[in-house]
T-cell receptor, first 116, second 113 residues
Framework: GAVVSQHPSWVICKSGTSVKIECRSL??????MFWYRQFPKQSLMLMAT?????????EQGVEKDKFLINHASLTLSTLTVTSAHPEDSSFYIC????????????FGPGTRLTVT | KQEVTQIPAALSVPEGENLVLNCSFT??????LQWFRQDPGKGLTSLLL?????REQTSGRLNASLDKSSGRSTLYIAASQPGDSATYLC????????????FGTGTLLAVQP
């Protein structure tokens, strides 16, 4: 149980275009989902926290107009990278929790984004 | 601001050796601490989760300890195998209702056959 999927697993896009990454909780309803990014050989950095039906909370330094997060249902959150640039190339990982508070996070397999 | 550091950054050991990975955090007001494994280009696999009130957790050849007052945790791997080669990350969950995980810098482990 507690499986989280991401789609696509990897994507290549041209500079200036937008790309959408999906995060789904397959066998549970996720009140809260988190988005992280990971640069090569570095650790995970939290980008934003999203709660179903409300606006995402972004971490300091993360551009909310560039990284659009939508959590429209209890099983799906999307991250859209708008007007992508090569410096946005990274590994994006989502996680989901059963409930708020201190519930354990379950992680997706990640999405590799390459912007050319 | 919570900062999580892992030492060493990289470690290479021969197969069969016991090893210890270290994790330190600056703010002891944590809710729990979790150890993860990450294979290259993959997501995270949760290994062990220690609640703030606990001292250690064990799973198979893995044992994780937590000393909250000193801001330290260790992951002990017994009888290492080449399949243990991966990056190991520790993460602390902050207290309160935020549910945020703060990740350490990671230790890249290579177990030589």
């Amino acid at each position: 149980g507690a499986v989280v999927s991401q789609h696509p697993s990897w994507v290549i896009c041209k500079s200036g275009t937008s790309v959408k990454i999906e995060c789904r909780s397959l066998d549970f309803q996720a009140t809260t989902m988190f988005w992280y990014r990971q640069f090569p050989k570095q650790s995970l950095m939290l980008m934003a926290t999203s709660n179903e039906g409300s606006k995402a909370t972004y971490e300091q330094g993360v551009e909310k107009d560039k990284f659009l997060i939508n959590h429209a249902s209890l099983t799906l959150s999307t991250l859209t990278v708008t007007s992508a640039h090569p410096e946005d190339s990274s590994f994006y990982i989502c996680s989901a929790t059963l409930a708020g508070g201190q519930a354990e996070q379950y992680f997706g397999p990640g999405t590799r984004l390459t912007v050319t | 601001k919570q900062e999580v550091t892992q030492i060493p950054a990289a470690l290479s050991v021969p197969e069969g050796e016991n090893l210890v990975l270290n994790c330190s955090f600056t703010d002891s007001a944590i809710y729990n601490l979790q150890w993860f494994r990450q294979d290259p280009g993959k997501g995270l696999t949760s290994l062990l989760l220690i609640q703030s009130s606990q001292r250690e957790q064990t799973s198979g050849r893995l044992n994780a300890s937590l000393d909250k007052s000193s801001g330290r945790s260790t992951l002990y791997i017994a009888a290492s195998q080449p399949g243990d080669s991966a990056t190991y990350l520790c993460a602390v969950k902050e207290g309160g209702a935020t549910n945020k995980l703060i990740f350490g810098t990671g230790t890249l482990l290579a177990v030589q056959p």
